[in-house]
C-alpha cells in the first residue's frame, strides 16, 4: 500500500476536483460519508452520546458533514467548533450552514475566559476533527485544553485523517497536545506518521477510507513510502521450481559467536536454513563447535583457530550470501579479523550486531562493505552509526543520507522496521511486542541471508525477510502469548509464515481460529 506525503494529498484532491469534475464540497460530502457509513455500521443506531468537535479547515468541514449525516438519522449528537483562527475553509463555512439550517447551531470555542468545556462520559463517542494534515504548528493553549479535555474523558475518540496535534511534514513539538485516538479513519492513504515511534502511539489503530481519488495519480506517482503487507511481500517472492536442487538455492555462510554467544550463531544459522537456503555453513570460534554440529545437524561447520572468540576468517566454500556479526564480540582479534574480511570481500553481506559496533567504532571501515550489503541496527546500534537525532523526522534523513553515501540497504528495526535504500522507504505491517526478546535480530539475520543466498537481490530480500519475520512472530504470538515468545518461535513459525502468503482470507481465519484453541 503506498503512503503519499502531504503535497501528494492534496494533488490528489486537487486532480480529483478537476478530473471528476466534482467540487470540492462534494468531496468533502463523499469523505464524510465514508465516516458516517464506518460509525451507523457499529453504532446501530445505539442512542449514545456524540460529541464532534470541528476546527475551521476542511478537516472541521468533514467532522460537519459527518454531524449532520448522524443527526439525519437520529442519532444524539452535540458538535463545536474550534474556532482557532479568522481563515475559515469555504467548504466548512457552507457546511456550517448547512447544519444550521436543521436548527441545530453548533457551540462555539474561541479562547475567551470563562468557556466551559462539555462534559463528555466514558461511554460517549467522541469525533475529532479539530485539525488535519496541514498542522504546521503547536495549538494554542486553549485548543491544547480542549484536546486534554477529549484526551482525559476516556470515551472512544474516533480521529478523522490524523488525530489533531500531529504534523504530517515535520517533528511534532515534543509537549505538544495531541489527540489520544482509539482509531484514526484516514482517507485514501495511510500516514507516514502512523508508523514512527514518536507519533505512532497516539493513534490506537487505524483504517483506510477510500474515498476516491484519482486513480491515475494514486498508481502514477512515486509514494513517499510503501506500506508492505501480504499483497507486496508476496510480489517479491521466487516460487520453486520443479526441476531444482540444493545447489540451485544457494550457499550461505554464518560467521559469529563467540564464548558464551554460541546461541546467536544457532539462531541465525536455523533462520538462513528455515528460509529456505540450500546448503548453510556457520563459521564459529572452537567452543561453539558442539553445540551447533550436534543441535543443528542440517548444517556445516567450519572453525577458527581460536577456542572463544574469532581471530581469523578464512573458508575455501563459494557462498553467496553472508551474514556476519551475531554473538561476535569485539575482541581486538575480531576486529582485525572483520577488517582484513571486508577488504578481500565483495560477497552480498547481511552484517548485524557486533559487526555494526565495530563498524560505528572504526568508520574508516565504512568504504570497505560491498555494495547493497544489508546492515541491520537496532535504535542504538543505529545511533552509533549515523549519529543522535532530536525526532524521528531527523533520523529518517540520516538514515536515507547514510544508505546513499554508503551504498547500503539499511534495516531499521522498531515496532514497525523500516526499509532503506537511495530514496526508496519501506515500512513493515508486521510484528508485535513479544519480539522485544533477545535471539530475534539474529533470525532476522539468518532469513535475510538465507534469501540472499538464494538469489535474491538485497532490497528484496530484506523487504521480504522482515515481512516474513515479523508475520512468523505474529502467528507464534497466537499460540504463546507476547510474554513467552522466543526467537526460536519465530524460526518454528516461519514455514507458516510462507504458507501465510498464498493462503485465502476464510483459510486465515480457520488457521486463527484452531491456533487460538
Not at 88 to 110: G, Q, V, Y
Not at 318 to 325: D, E, L, S, Y
Not at 492 to 516: H, I, K
Request: aromatic share 8%; hydrophobic share 40%; net charge negative.
Amino acid at each position: 500500500m503506498n503512503i503519499f506525503s502531504q503535497e501528494q494529498i492534496r494533488e490528489a484532491d486537487r486532480l480529483t476536483i478537476l478530473n471528476q469534475n466534482i467540487s470540492g464540497n462534494a468531496l468533502m460530502e463523499r469523505a464524510g460519508d465514508r465516516v458516517f457509513e464506518w460509525l451507523d455500521h457499529r453504532l446501530q443506531g445505539n442512542p449514545v452520546q456524540i460529541h464532534i468537535f470541528c476546527g475551521i479547515g476542511n478537516n472541521g468541514g468533514d467532522g460537519l458533514v459527518v454531524a449532520r449525516k448522524l443527526l439525519e438519522s437520529g442519532y444524539h449528537v452535540k458538535a463545536y467548533v474550534v474556532d482557532f483562527g479568522s481563515k475559515r475553509s469555504p467548504d466548512f463555512l457552507l457546511n456550517l450552514d448547512r447544519i444550521k439550517s436543521m436548527k441545530h447551531w453548533p457551540e462555539h470555542f474561541n479562547g475567551d475566559s470563562g468557556e466551559v468545556l462539555p462534559v463528555i462520559g466514558p461511554k460517549d463517542v467522541v469525533v475529532d476533527a479539530i485539525f488535519g494534515i496541514g498542522l504546521n504548528r503547536p495549538p494554542s493553549d486553549w485548543v491544547a485544553q480542549i484536546i486534554r479535555h477529549i484526551n482525559a474523558a476516556g470515551a472512544f475518540v474516533l480521529s478523522i485523517d490524523i488525530p489533531s496535534g500531529i504534523f504530517m511534514e515535520k517533528a511534532t513539538t515534543k509537549g505538544s497536545a495531541v489527540v489520544q485516538a482509539t482509531h484514526t479513519l484516514t482517507f485514501q492513504t495511510p500516514k507516514l506518521v502512523f508508523f514512527l515511534p514518536e507519533t505512532g502511539s497516539f493513534t490506537t489503530s487505524w483504517e483506510v477510507l477510500d474515498i476516491g481519488l484519482d486513480r491515475d495519480f494514486l498508481q502514477q506517482t512515486e509514494p513517499e513510502a510503501i506500506l508492505v503487507g501480504k499483497s507486496e511481500a508476496l510480489s517479491l517472492y521466487r516460487p520453486r521450481t520443479r526441476f531444482s536442487h540444493k545447489g540451485t538455492y544457494g550457499h550461505a555462510l554464518v560467521i559469529g559467536g563467540s564464548y558464551g554467544k554460541a546461541g546467536a550463531a544457532r539462531l541465525a544459522s536455523e533462520a538462513c536454513l528455515v528460509a529456505g537456503a540450500g546448503l548453510v555453513t556457520a563459521y564459529i570460534p572452537q567452543c561453539a563447535y558442539q553445540v551447533l554440529q550436534t543441535s543443528l545437524p542440517e548444517i556445516m561447520v567450519l572453525t577458527d583457530t581460536n577456542e572463544t572468540h574469532i581471530s581469523e576468517i578464512s573458508f575455501d566454500i563459494k557462498p553467496q550470501a553472508i551474514g556476519i556479526g551475531i554473538g561476535m564480540g569485539k575482541h581486538p582479534a575480531t576486529v582485525d579479523a572483520f577488517r582484513a574480511f571486508l577488504r578481500n570481500t565483495d560477497i552480498p553481506l547481511v552484517i548485524d550486531a557486533d559487526a555494526l559496533n565495530i563498524l560505528s567504532e572504526n568508520k574508516e571501515l565504512l568504504k570497505d562493505i560491498p555494495q547493497n550489503a544489508v546492515l541491520t541496527p537496532h535504535p542504538k546500534e543505529l545511533e552509533r552509526l549515523i549519529g543522535p537525532w532530536d525526532n524521528d523526522r531527523e533520523k529518517l534523513d540520516k538514515a536515507r543520507t547514510f544508505s546513499k553515501t554508503h551504498g547500503v540497504v539499511l534495516v531499521i528495526k522498531d515496532a514497525h522496521t523500516m526499509v532503506l535504500h537511495d530514496d526508496k522507504l519501506y515500512v513493515n505491517s508486521t510484528g508485535n511486542p513479544g519480539m522485544a526478546t533477545g535471539g530475534s535480530g539474529d533470525v532476522l539475520t539468518g532469513i535475510i541471508t538465507g534469501l540472499i543466498g538464494q538469489g535474491y537481490p538485497s532490497l528484496h530480500a530484506a523487504v521480504l525477510g522482515v515481512y516474513l519475520h515479523g508475520k512468523a512472530g505474529d502467528l507464534a504470538a497466537v499460540r504463546t502469548g507476547y510474554e513467552a515468545l522466543r526467537a526460536g518461535s519465530i524460526i518454528t513459525a516461519l514455514g507458516d509464515a510462507f504458507l501465510d502468503l498464498f493462503a485465502r482470507p476464510e483459510v486465515q481465519q480457520e488457521t486463527a481460529q484452531e491456533n487460538s484453541k
